[in-house]
Every structure is written in structure tokens, then in C-alpha cells.
T-cell receptor, first 115, second 111 residues
Framework: AQSVTQPDIHITVSEGASLELRCNYS??????LFWYVQSPGQGLQLLLK??????LVQGIKGFEAEFKRSQSSFNLRKPSVHWSDAAEYFC?????????????FGKGTLLTVNP | DTGVSQNPRHKITKRGQNVTFRCDPI?????LYWYRQTLGQGPEFLTY????????KSRLLSDRFSAERPKGSFSTLEIQRTEQGDSAMYLC?????????FGSGTRLTVV
């Protein structure tokens, strides 16, 4: 069965510092890959996605992620964090092909931003 | 396009009571999903509809849970005889293919 690992439960960075959130997956096929952000008590907002093609993908709010097939990773990066980026971040994978695009999520990484 | 709407936003119920949640998806989307998110966890897949047909159910969806999507429009998720372990955020999402739009969720607290 597919699985997603986000090794860091909680990360604290200073405003203006760079950020990298890690995501590793275990999947038997070429996956679709996603990063979502969730503010407290809210639903999930899509930051970016990878379906195919260029392995470096750009998303909203200045985020980017790189798909590395050899490492089964899809790490999220931002060069300069803003206080408003404080939230919980979820990596998710879905099976490409077929009609059911159900997602498997990691447990999330909580980001705290210090002023 | 007003997004995916979920009602109610919050529900507190006594153990043993039945509860029903509603999800109104984006009208053009033919796929609808329910996920459950407990504290400190990522969302977990519960069930999936394509139009009005329920095509997949997770083993997480016990016999006390039932979901419907009449006429392929809105969907309801009912939990019968609620237990404290049912306390969670229930998220609905709709999609055309792989790109989801999530609702804000219904937070259920069973006391």
C-alpha cells in the first residue's frame, strides 16, 4: 500500500529565512504529487502539484517543490518565509491513471515562524 | 463558482446520537470525496463518488457510516450511534480529475 512520510512534525524558522519541508513516498507506480496548506480549523488549500514533465514545479505564495524519482521525494521549498506562512503543510500522493484520484496524505508538518 | 460548501461547520453531539453532514460540491465537478482528519494526522480517505455512484469505500467506513450523493449533486455523510472515536474533522472535496477543491470541513465533537 502507498504511504507518505513527512519526517518533521514541527519546524520553526525565523521570518525571512529559507524553508525546506521534506516528503518521501512509497508507491508502486508513477504518482501524482501535491502539497497542501491548512490553517487552523480550515480546509486544505493546494500549493502546487506534480503530474509529469519538469520535475521542479512552482506554486502559489512563492513555494516550489522538486520531484526526485530516485529518492522518492517531493520536498517543498521557499527562499524567504513570511509570518503568514505559519500553518500546517501536508504532502499527498495520488495514483495516476484510473478514475479514482483518492489521495494518501502524510501526517503533516507544522510550521512556526518567529518574528 | 462558490467553492465547496460544508454544513454544519461544527457539530457537538452526545454519544449514541446520529449526525448528518452535508457537502455541496462545485457544480461542474463529477467526483466527490469524503476524508476524515483526526488531531495531529493528515486526512484519511473515506469514500468516493463519481456522479451519483459510490465507487469506493475505505475500511475506515464502518457499518455505522453511510454516504449518499443523490442525483450526483450534493452529498451527505451520516454517522449512526456516534462514538467518541468519531470525533474528527470531516472534509469533503470535489474534482473533475486529479485537482481537488476542499471544503472547510465539519468538526464533529462527540461528548
Amino acid at each position: 500500500a502507498q504511504s507518505v512520510t513527512q519526517p518533521d512534525i514541527h519546524i520553526t524558522v525565523s521570518e525571512g529565512a529559507s524553508l525546506e519541508l521534506r516528503c518521501n513516498y512509497s508507491y508502486g507506480a508513477t504518482p501524482y504529487l501535491f502539497w497542501y496548506v491548512q490553517s487552523p480549523g480550515q480546509g486544505l488549500q493546494l500549493l502546487l502539484k506534480y503530474f509529469s514533465g519538469d520535475t521542479l514545479v512552482q506554486g502559489i505564495k512563492g513555494f516550489e517543490a522538486e520531484f526526485k524519482r530516485s529518492q522518492s521525494s517531493f520536498n517543498l521549498r521557499k527562499p524567504s518565509v513570511h509570518w503568514s506562512d505559519a500553518a500546517e503543510y501536508f504532502c499527498a500522493v495520488g495514483l495516476s491513471g484510473g478514475s479514482n484520484y483518492k489521495l494518501t496524505f502524510g501526517k503533516g508538518t507544522l510550521l512556526t515562524v518567529n518574528p | 463558482d462558490t467553492g465547496v460548501s460544508q454544513n454544519p461547520r461544527h457539530k457537538i453531539t452526545k454519544r449514541g446520537q446520529n449526525v448528518t453532514f452535508r457537502c455541496d460540491p462545485i457544480s461542474e465537478h463529477n467526483r466527490l470525496y469524503w476524508y476524515r482528519q483526526t488531531l495531529g494526522q493528515g486526512p484519511e480517505f473515506l469514500t468516493y463518488f463519481q456522479n451519483e455512484a459510490q465507487l469506493e469505500k475505505s475500511r475506515l467506513l464502518s457499518d455505522r457510516f453511510s454516504a449518499e450523493r443523490p442525483k450526483g449533486s450534493f452529498s451527505t455523510l451520516e454517522i449512526q450511534r456516534t462514538e467518541q472515536g468519531d470525533s474528527a474533522m470531516y472534509l469533503c472535496a470535489s474534482s473533475l480529475e486529479a485537482l481537488y477543491t476542499f471544503g472547510s470541513g465539519t468538526r464533529l465533537t462527540v461528548v
